[in-house]
């Protein structure tokens, strides 16, 4: 069975630093991978995904993910947060082509002090 | 569009009550899927199905039950509340087209 690492359970930050969230899964076969963010009170909405090709993905609002295959890792990055970017952060993914839906880690809380 | 749609917002129950928990979709999508969000687990996946009248179970299946009847609708029934299913419900629908989720606003659940 697949699963998902979130190893940072809580960052906080000040608005400018630079953000890096750790994410690795277990899975011998062929994945797509996300990034979901969680706003206080809201659904969940797709930052980016990977399925194939380069692994350098850009998302939406400055964030980019890097898929390293040696390393069943799909970390988060942005530059420079800003207050805005406080949320909850879920690392997925899914087989490839398989009807199974996704597979969370258990989320990474950011915390942005302007 | 108005994407995915969860009813009710909240819900409170006693234990040992039922209760359906609503899901519609307008995209005409073939997926569809339930997850219960709890601190520190993220979400896990109840149930899940791949088009009307095909359901299958996921991680945490137990004490739920689903049906679809129709491509749009997809309920949630819990048929004797316990307080261990007090969480937060997300429905999200998904198109293997797109391989991206949808998720509704959630249903907020309190057993007790």
């Known amino acids: 069975a697949q699963s998902v690492s979130q190893h940072n359970h809580h960052v906080i930050l000040s608005e400018a630093a630079s953000l890096e969230l750790g994410c690795n899964y277990s899975?011998?076969?062929?994945?797509?991978l996300f990034w979901y963010v969680q706003y206080p009170g809201q659904h969940l909405q797709l930052l980016l995904k990977?399925?194939?090709?380069?692994?350098l993905v850009k998302g939406i609002k400055g964030f980019e993910a890097e898929f390293i295959k040696s390393k069943f890792s799909f970390n988060l990055r942005k530059p420079s947060v800003q207050w805005s970017d406080t949320a909850e952060y879920f690392c997925?993914?899914?087989?490839?082509?398989?009807?199974?839906?996704?597979?969370f880690g258990s989320g990474t809380q950011l915390t942005v002090l302007p | 569009n108005a994407g995915v749609t969860q009813t009710p917002k909240f819900q409170v129950l006693k234990t040992g009550q039922s209760m359906t928990l609503q899901c519609a979709q307008d995209?005409?999508?073939?997926?569809m899927s339930w997850y219960r969000q709890d601190p520190g687990m993220g979400l896990r996946l109840i149930h899940y199905?791949?088009?009307?009248?095909?359901?299958d179970q996921g991680e945490v299946p137990n004490g739920y039950n689903v049906s679809r009847s129709t491509t749009e609708d997809f309920p949630l029934r819990l048929l004797s509340a316990a307080p261990s299913q007090t969480s937060v419900y997300f429905c999200?629908?998904?198109?293997?087209?797109?391989?991206?989720?949808?998720f509704g606003p959630g249903t907020r659940l309190l057993v007790l």
């Open positions: 990977y399925f194939s090709g380069d692994p």
């Open positions: 899975y011998g076969g062929t994945v797509n």
């Open positions: 997925a993914v899914k087989s490839s082509g398989s009807a199974r839906q996704l597979t």
């Open positions: 999200a629908s998904f198109t293997p087209r797109l391989e991206t989720q949808y």
């Open positions: 995209m005409n999508h073939e997926y």
């Open positions: 199905s791949v088009g009307a009248g095909i359901t």
